[in-house]
Structures are given as C-alpha cells and as structure tokens.
C-alpha cells in the first residue's frame, strides 16, 4: 500500500523519488531507471526498459563471451550468463539468447563483482 501511495503523490506533484530496494518486482512497478549498486561501486545505471533490451540470457557458463556480465546459478541449479545483447538480441559472440528478465539483469551485475567460481 506504501508503494501505491508513492507512485501517486509522485505522479500527481511531477517530481521523482528514490526507493531502494531488494524487490524487483517493486522496483518495476513503481520505477523507471534503475542503478545497480555493488562492491562499493555503481554496476549499472540505465532506464529498465533499456537495461532489459540491452541484455540477453545464454545457459551455461559463458563469462568467455566477450559481452558477458556475470553468471550466476538459477533456483533450479541451471547455470546462466548475462550478456549484453545485439540488435535482434543476439549476443556480442554472435550466439543467440532470450531476453533478460529484470530479476535476471540484476543478479549478473551482482555476480559480475564476486570472486569467480567454477
């Protein structure tokens, strides 16, 4: 309900607000650009829209792809890499992927910052 009440009284005053949050499915609904933070740095700072349309989803381990962000393990053990995309959405490699979900974007910049794992 706090989240309702926001959109609102911003959308009716025209001004913006920054709302920090773990929830991505808060996040888009209520915003339009996202910044991703880790390591003490920023990892992403993008509109949602671009920042989906600008990245792909390859299975497997390809964080040798030369647009690969970061790779990370799916809730049922599946091992995914971020990549930004081409037009068409294909991969810097030249490979095919899906499109990123937000959720998806997210978590391969995070991945992008840790130590890597085999």
């Keep these: ?8 009284a ?3 005053v025209g001004s913006a607000a920054l709302l920090s949050s773990h929830v991505i499915t808060d996040i888009e609904q209520a915003c339009d650009h996202l910044v991703v933070l880790g390591a003490g740095r920023k990892l992403l700072d993008s509109p949602i829209a671009e920042a989906i349309t600008a990245h792909a989803i390859v299975r497997g381990d390809a ?3 030369p647009g690969a962000v970061g790779s990370f393990i799916e809730a049922d053990g599946t091992r995914i890499t971020l990549v930004r995309a081409e037009a068409g959405g294909r991969t810097a490699a030249g490979g095919p992927g899906r499109r990123a979900a937000l ?3 997210v978590l391969g910049y995070l991945a992008s910052v840790r130590p890597r794992r085999s």
């Design 1 to 8: 309900e706090l989240l309702l009440v926001l959109i609102d």
């Design 10 to 12: 911003v959308r009716a």
């Design 63 to 65: 964080r040798d792809d």
């Design 103 to 105: 959720e998806e974007v």
